[in-house]
């Protein structure tokens, strides 16, 4: 089971941090990812991250974005900074399917039922 959690409504240049609780699986033992979706749209890919920490961020927010994970609490974390209005979306934690993982892909076997954030004056 994946449950996020953290969104809500921010002003541009603001900072929110989702977290995704996690059960039912070893998750120390996945490779997890953080994807969006904006109503009318394709989801989106956003962050992944590896067994050892290792992540990835699409290009529109590196340097803004940080993912993260707590294997001890089984919880996956995006700490979201300098937030801009194109950033609004439903956030899911997502685990990606085996032939997805490193190549950017919204191709999950499970994920949650996302949470809203919406980046708005």
């Known amino acids: 089971q994946l449950v996020e959690s953290g969104g809500g409504l921010i002003q541009p240049g603001g900072s929110l941090r989702l977290s995704c609780r996690t059960s039912?699986?070893?998750?120390?033992?996945?490779?997890m990812t953080w994807a969006r979706q904006v109503p009318g749209k394709e989801l989106e890919w956003v962050c992944e991250i590896g067994l050892d920490g290792r992540a990835d961020c699409a290009d529109s927010v590196k340097g803004r974005f940080t993912i993260s994970r707590d294997n001890w609490m089984s919880t996956l974390s995006l700490q979201m900074d300098n937030l801009k209005i194109e950033d609004t979306a439903v956030y899911y934690c997502a685990i990606p399917k085996t032939g997805s993982v490193g190549r950017r892909l919204v191709d999950f076997t499970a994920r949650g039922p996302g949470t809203q954030v919406t980046v708005s004056s």
């Open positions: 039912g699986f070893a998750f120390n033992l996945y490779v």
